[in-house]
């Protein structure tokens, strides 16, 4: 009898605490995605180091956040590292990797990088996603990739054209 008592008071224990674990995950995330939109406001506020300081509060506080991964990548492709932007698309990819936002800007950022074979992996999944009701990432990636294309032929027409010119 009092084996039993000890374990029903032990499965209490686990129950209720398990749940207390479950309410402070569930604060650390809500104060999270608070330090995002606070990271927002200083965003358009112009304060970047600001904004930066606060998404990573916001990491720290729930390291699963995809709106932080994908509002640094942001900010550091905006001030032009690009390479530091798409370090955090990837990890925003890793955690919803069919993020259409952050399929489209990491396309956009791999062309900024002349990595269009990256660009065309983004656009074709992109296209699976968007198949029945289409998406205007889909349209912005495609755009892009043609002009991207469309830049560089021109580029090498400009350079054949020298070449026989100096012949």
Do not use: W
């Not at 925003?92 to 791999?110: D, G, K, Y």
């Not at 205007?136 to 294309?149: C, F, G, K, M, N």
């Amino acid at each position: 009898m009092l084996r039993t008592l000890y374990l029903a008071a032990l499965a209490m224990a686990l129950i209720f605490g398990g749940a207390a674990r479950a309410d402070v995950a569930d604060k650390y995330k809500e104060v999270s995605a608070d330090l995002v939109k606070a990271g927002d406001y200083a965003q358009i506020q112009d304060d970047a180091d600001g904004a930066k300081r606060l998404y990573e509060q916001a990491l720290a506080a729930n390291p699963k956040n995809v709106d932080a991964f994908f509002a640094l990548a942001k900010l550091h492709e905006a001030e032009g590292r690009v390479g530091t932007g798409l370090k955090y698309y990837r990890l925003t990819l890793s955690l919803e990797p069919n993020h259409l936002s952050a399929l489209e800007r990491q396309a956009l950022a791999f062309l900024k990088k002349d990595s269009l074979e990256k660009a065309e992996k983004n656009l074709a999944k992109l296209k699976r996603l968007c198949q029945t009701d289409g998406c205007t990432e889909l349209e912005s990636v495609e755009t892009a990739i043609l002009d991207h294309r469309r830049t560089a032929l021109n580029e090498t027409s400009v350079t054949i054209t020298d070449t026989e010119a100096q012949n």
